[in-house]
């Protein structure tokens, strides 16, 4: 596997553009390569971290958005579940 290969397959790190860009306090935001299932449209996985929240979080975008629509989806996630250790256990 050459170094173009390797690098093509690692999910992109989008939380510099989107910190500078959409002012959001990113920790880290990675994004997957397309996933194209055998039924319904391809899909992306987005996770993020917030500055002051160290939990990941998790949605689905579609393949083809920009990171203007990634931006506007993570803004507008309303959290669900959240699994890890609290700031109150030890």
């Known amino acids: 596997m050459s170094a173009n290969t390797a690098a093509r397959r ?3 790190n989008l939380a510099p ?3 500078k860009q959409y002012a959001l306090t990113l920790r ?5 390569l397309p996933v194209e299932p055998p039924w319904g449209p391809a899909y992306r996985m987005v996770e993020w971290a917030l500055k002051n929240d ?3 979080q998790r949605r689905v ?9 990634i ?8 959290p669900g579940r959240r ?6 256990e030890d």
């Open 71 to 78: 931006a506007d989806a993570l803004k507008s996630h309303v």
């Open 28 to 32: 880290e935001c990675r994004l997957s």
């Open 17 to 19: 553009t989107l910190r």
């Open 54 to 56: 160290p939990r990941v």
């Open 10 to 12: 690692r999910p992109a």
């Open 83 to 88: 699994y890890g250790p609290s700031d109150d």
């Open 61 to 69: 975008v579609p393949a083809n958005c920009t990171p203007s629509q």
